[in-house]
């Protein structure tokens, strides 16, 4: 015996998610039969509707419901630096600080030979024409992850821009705040020792 | 700065399905944005008709999407035995076996004091129902769980349908297959114990 057409069908959805199991999926399917009709449809609205009217920013790349996105059109923002992350979560990661002020730019993912992603399968030639079009912008901070990926990408990227005489900065690495000096790895360790500023 | 509206409602609805933590529920949202709009459009459908379409056997309770279920519609089955489940899922698991030919009664739930359910509010009277509608009924097989709400059901179920004079039995407590006796519960080898059979 199979489980209802109707079910089986939710299941195999579930079960296209990532890091949701078989066993998991059937959880969820049978959750969803127990919840209100309306959180129900509000849940299969709430997909499409993300999907459909979710678009990128044609100005950072930043995932947003309005072209240009909120950032990018807000006029308060300092318009001179531009942080260059990985990902639009990483956006919302930087916003939850509260202390950057300037703008984004999103590459949508990092240089990485082994997976065979070059530079020019993520957002860098857009960042190219806006510091082109836009004379505003006098720092772009590198903010891409700090792995392989993220620093080669950083070094690609300081490198393709020094030419162009504006300011090119990398997030510090060290320590991270509430850490262990006993349990940090050699490298991070290091470079907090060369990223040490005086008192 | 938050999610765009469309992200938010997603990420919302992801979280109240059971196991899925708000950072799970970013990640799932984030994969909805990366897929197919047809797969994304097939999930929406799947999870509206899943609840719409899927309704309750008016004989065994089983989930069903015609009714009588598929099980109950089935000349072939032997319709002297029934099985008591607690759940829609272990009627899949014991279909899985290949080795039963009976009915099932699923009665959604089983009784625990505890938390206050009772045997009014789990499937019981329409058990009580079918057994005096169906004089072909010769068995009932008690496969609740073998925990103390299951037991605790079996014990009852089992003493409300002995003046009935139906056979009334038990599925058996012993060590799982594949297992390991050192590693068994004093509860589980004493069950085993006091099932023994002759071989």
């Known amino acids: 015996m199979q489980y209802p057409e109707a079910i089986s069908r939710l299941i195999e959805s579930f079960t296209k998610l990532p890091g949701i199991g078989p066993k998991t999926a059937v959880r969820l399917a049978f959750h969803v039969l127990d919840m ?38 807000d006029k308060h923002r300092n318009r001179t630096i531009v942080c260059v992350v990985q990902d639009s979560r990483d956006v919302i990661a930087m916003e939850k600080m509260r202390d950057y002020q300037g703008l984004y730019h999103v590459l949508h993912g990092a240089i990485s030979p082994m997976e065979g992603i070059g530079p020019e399968d993520i957002n860098v030639s857009s960042l190219l024409t ?28 300081s490198r393709l821009l020094k030419p162009t005489g504006i300011r090119v900065t990398r997030i510090a690495h060290g320590l991270p705040v509430g850490g262990d000096l006993e349990y940090a790895d050699e490298v991070t360790l290091s470079r907090a020792m060369e990223g040490r500023r005086e008192l």
Not at 131 to 154: H, M, S, V, W
């Open 130 to 157: 806006r510091l082109q079009a836009d004379e505003e912008i006098t720092e772009i901070i590198l903010a891409t992850n700090p792995n392989i990926e993220g620093e080669a990408t950083a070094m690609y990227l």
């Open 36 to 73: 209100e009709e309306d959180d129900v449809l509000m849940f299969g609205k709430a997909l499409v509707s993300a999907k459909r009217d979710i678009s990128y920013c044609s100005i950072c790349g930043n995932i947003t419901d309005k072209d240009p996105c909120y950032v990018c059109s």
